[in-house]
């Protein structure tokens, strides 16, 4: 996420394309070829979607471009959705879910810490069945190869064009790791990093950002997710410049609501 929660490189792209906010009938998208020659590739060579969601390959870039080029169901807080359901952590698994922070972010490394320990708290205030597990004895060796922890903290290049992105519970181990831009991160203005953290951290329980749904008019990514509340304009998924009516990125009601339905009280 950026200023914006998106200085979305790919987002940019599919407007400037003619696809970006809404899905559009195909004659008027660009081809493939054309899209993915555009699409933003991060340092790790993952293509970035949506802002902060990064795709592994061209053969799941195809499938995303697929999505957005077909038209939205008609049918808060959305859960993703997989071939086998609900894109969600186990019960056990999502009560210890382990991370390190890198030390690769140097003299920031203590505050990119406290970041991701208060927008973790904001999830575990919500749900008891949430619990995220700083294991500091990782840091060193803090990178999607480290089996000692579920997912990694690490720096994104400095070239990035977000502030930070996460993943999907779905999402493989080599592929588990949460970004940060902290240039980005500690200049948002109303946007603090706990909040911010706490909104890519939403991704890693498996939750969707709130403006696919058709209500917001507008930002249109997929229909690959499931309603757990009414649809929240506010909702801490929801990025503020896609009709969005938070100014702060702060949880809501609504958010707490879905998360214990997912993961329980």
């Known amino acids: 996420m950026n200023r914006r929660i998106a200085r979305a490189a790919t987002a940019a792209t599919l407007a400037a394309l003619g696809i970006g906010g809404t899905a559009v009938a195909a004659t008027q998208a660009p081809t493939f070829e054309e899209f993915s020659a ?42 993703n959705r997989t071939y086998s359901g609900d894109d969600k952590w186990s019960a056990t698994q999502a009560r210890n879910l382990t991370y390190c922070v890198s030390t690769r972010f140097g003299t920031n490394q203590a505050a990119v810490a406290n970041a991701m320990a208060s927008g973790a708290a904001q999830w575990e205030a919500a749900s008891s069945g949430v619990n995220f597990v700083y294991v500091s004895s990782q840091n060193s060796y803090c990178n999607t190869s480290n089996s000692n922890v579920v997912f990694s903290v690490e720096p994104a290049a400095s070239t990035s064009s977000y502030i930070a992105r996460a993943f999907f519970p779905s999402t493989s181990k080599s592929g588990r790791n949460v970004l940060v831009n902290t240039s980005q991160l500690f200049n948002a203005g109303s946007w603090t990093p706990s909040n911010i953290l706490a909104h890519e951290l939403g991704h890693t329980l498996g939750f969707r950002h709130e403006h696919t749904r058709p209500e917001a008019g507008t930002c249109f990514e997929d229909n690959n997710w499931r ?39």
């Open 227 to 265: 309603p757990l509340t009414p649809y929240d304009s506010a909702s801490i998924m929801h990025y503020p410049q896609c009709n969005g009516s938070s100014s702060n990125l702060s949880m809501t009601n609504s958010d707490r609501t879905g998360v214990r339905s997912v993961y329980g009280y």
């Open 38 to 79: 555009s699409a933003y590739r991060d340092a790790d060579r993952q293509y970035i979607v949506n802002g902060d969601e990064p795709i592994a390959n061209k053969g799941a870039l195809r499938s995303y471009y697929k999505e957005m080029t077909e038209a939205p169901t008609t049918d808060g807080l959305i859960i």
